[in-house]
């Protein structure tokens, strides 16, 4: 089986940083995507954004874009998501996920295995 571990959440104030990072075991790393999602309170869970770790290619949904970074290590099987200039309604349950397959979008079905989840809270 495929285990993720999500880790690097905590309490945060707007416009601060974070590093979150997600260990993979279990599986040929580099041959699928990895992605990030997110769920707030009372809402769906919805992507943040996916990398293809052979090729590096990598995915930002709107509410990502230009202020998170996803990133690869393959050699580590790790994951890790930047978060820059972070607000409020960034708070979210965090979960890294692996694809499909290696080109697998900011869509819940394109995912299969997935991690605990860490918290993430912004405060204003």
């Known amino acids: 089986d495929v285990q993720l571990q999500a880790s690097g959440g905590g309490l945060v104030q707007a416009g601060g940083s974070l590093r979150l990072s997600c260990s993979a075991s279990g599986s040929t790393f580099s041959d699928y995507a990895m992605g990030w999602f997110r769920q707030a309170p009372g809402k769906e869970r919805e992507g943040v954004s996916c990398?293809?770790?052979?090729?590096?290619?990598?995915y930002y949904t709107t509410s990502a874009e230009g202020r998170f970074t996803i990133s690869s290590d393959n050699a580590k099987n790790t994951v890790y998501l930047q978060m820059n200039s972070l607000k409020p309604e960034d708070t979210a349950v965090y979960y890294c996920a692996v694809g499909r397959s290696a080109y697998s979008g900011s869509s819940l079905e394109g995912y299969r295995y997935w991690g605990q989840g860490t918290l993430v809270t912004v405060s204003s």
């Open positions: 990398i293809s770790p052979s090729e590096g290619t990598t």
